[in-house]
């Protein structure tokens, strides 16, 4: 009778599966939070291009209004701190992706060697269960000669007499 393959450890490769789809959707918004920063951060910069490349317009324009220059000096130096605080929060968000690229990774490891252990357990269970079925065809091989030994003798025995 063949016995169906049931790996002992299922729930448990069950729950590391989930634990490493948890970990794989963390990173995952990790990583895009980390775009997204960097996508805040070069537009920060391309403004900070604008600011600098309008001063320098207003500058070569030759008629300067100092208040109106001032402000946008100010406005200036406003957009450059905003990079500054854009450049550190994208390099914690990094940081942040990196831990959870290194957690994913080790959920994914604990879940692959079960997976590998599974796939241990079934190859063993099929080998035992073919070293089995291989006895029980032995045996019905072995009957079957022995039916035929025994009626092939009964046949020539009738025939000696």
């Known amino acids: 009778m063949k016995r169906a393959f049931r790996f002992k450890l299922a729930r448990v490769e069950r729950v590391r599966g989930l634990f490493e789809e948890t970990a794989r959707a963390e990173f995952s918004a990790a990583i895009a939070a980390v775009h997204a920063a960097e996508e805040h951060l070069d537009g920060l910069r391309a403004e900070v291009l604008r600011g600098r490349s ?9 008629h300067l ?4 220059h001032l ?9 450059i701190d905003a990079v500054v605080t854009a450049e550190a929060e994208r390099a914690r968000l990094a940081g942040i992706a990196e831990e959870l690229r290194l957690t994913w990774q080790a959920r994914r490891a604990d879940k692959q060697a079960l997976t590998r252990m599974s796939e241990r357990h079934k190859e063993r269970h099929q080998a035992e269960v073919a070293k089995v079925e291989l006895a029980e065809l032995d045996e019905i091989a072995i009957q079957r000669a022995a039916r035929n030994s025994s ?3 009964e046949r020539v025995a009738p025939d000696k007499r």
């Open 54 to 62: 309008s001063l320098a317009t207003v500058q070569a324009a030759g």
């Open 65 to 68: 209004d100092a208040r109106a």
């Open 71 to 79: 402000a946008r000096h100010e406005a200036l130096s406003c957009v």
């Open 151 to 153: 009626s092939s003798q």
